[in-house]
């Protein structure tokens, strides 16, 4: 058994569309520094897979073994805290090389191992949930945390605007913005209707938007009161602005459906490079130059798509 006061080891697991494969990799490497050509991810990083629209599970590691046999002679000293538990096998899709574990064959090892844990098994209600995964002929069990996708529940809000963002999207912009939300204090100058906003603020990251139309800023208010959460959200430019951020999320206006010009979004760039140390942009046209006539270097990127939008994802600083 791995020793307590060792680093932790984390396994998640990823289902997504083939269109979000850029999306997800930028924010494997905003979570864990580095990403995965795989479908999973082994990291000593603590993430709430409910954060990632792409992560399915995480398993904490406890017990890492080269056969089934050997891994079953160690549960059997195997003492659970919690009054109740339940064991669950988390092939049920092919993961890295390994192939997908017929149903039959999981619940058998389920029951197996179930047996020889002390403790009160509970399929239903239990108060802690063991995970057992196989991958590249290892074994591994420990905690294991289901992700709930909570960016589904924002799919339906008051107001929305066809070119908006996704809340699949805007949640992982939110993730690449802030992977680690403790002491950061971020804003959203060109918030809208608030997508990137609630998802960012359900996901406990401080932040504050802001727009320059009166209907869409109390929309955006309307929004994020809908879901029950509590966001500033103020009317003015961001040329207005003068607190200091340690991000900024910028998700340019477009010029198919605003007036905005290129030098209206340089404007914005420059003064979001102003008030904050690091900047996030979304944008559908290539704007490297304005970015480097801002002063800003481009650390990350990718692309991502929604229906027949492309949209640049930017990680700036």
Not at 4 to 20: L, R
Not at 230 to 244: A, D, F, M, N, R
Request: aromatic share 8%; with cysteine.
């Amino acid at each position: 058994m791995r020793n307590e006061q060792q680093n932790k080891k984390y396994i998640y697991t990823y289902v997504h569309h083939v269109d979000e494969y850029d999306l997800c990799r930028m924010e494997m490497r905003a979570f864990f520094n580095h990403d995965s050509k795989s479908n999973f991810i082994i990291s000593n990083v603590e993430v709430d897979p409910s954060r990632s629209p792409f992560i399915e599970d995480r398993l904490e590691v406890l017990v890492e073994e080269n056969s089934i046999d050997n891994l079953k002679k160690i549960i059997e000293h195997f003492k659970v805290d919690a009054k109740t538990f339940k064991v669950v096998c988390l092939n049920t899709f092919e993961i890295g090389n390994t192939k997908k574990i017929p149903q039959s064959e999981r619940r058998l090892i389920e029951r197996e191992l179930g047996l020889l844990i002390e403790g009160e098994p509970d399929l239903d209600h239990p108060e802690v949930i063991f995970g057992l995964i196989l991958l590249d002929d290892t074994w591994y069990f420990g905690i294991h945390s289901k992700s709930e996708s909570i960016w589904r529940k924002h799919l339906h809000k008051p107001h929305s605007y066809s070119t908006a963002l996704s809340t699949r999207v805007a949640r992982a912009v939110a993730n690449i913005a802030v992977p680690r939300p403790q002491n950061i204090h971020a804003i959203d100058p060109c918030c809208g209707i608030g997508t990137v906003i609630i998802e960012a603020l359900s996901m406990g990251i401080k932040i504050e938007g802001r727009d320059m139309n009166h209907f869409v800023c109390q929309g955006s208010r309307e929004n994020i009161a809908y879901f029950g959460l509590q966001g500033k959200i103020t009317l003015g430019p961001i040329s207005e602005v003068t607190q200091h951020y340690d991000v900024a999320i910028i998700d340019l206006p477009y010029n198919l459906f605003t007036h905005a010009t290129r030098e209206d979004q340089f404007d914005i760039i420059k003064h979001a490079r102003r008030i904050a140390d690091k900047v996030v942009i979304v944008s559908i046209e290539t704007i490297d130059d304005l970015i480097a006539d801002a002063g800003l270097v481009i650390l990350d990127r990718c692309m991502a798509k929604k229906q027949r939008f492309l949209r640049q994802i930017l990680l700036c600083k």
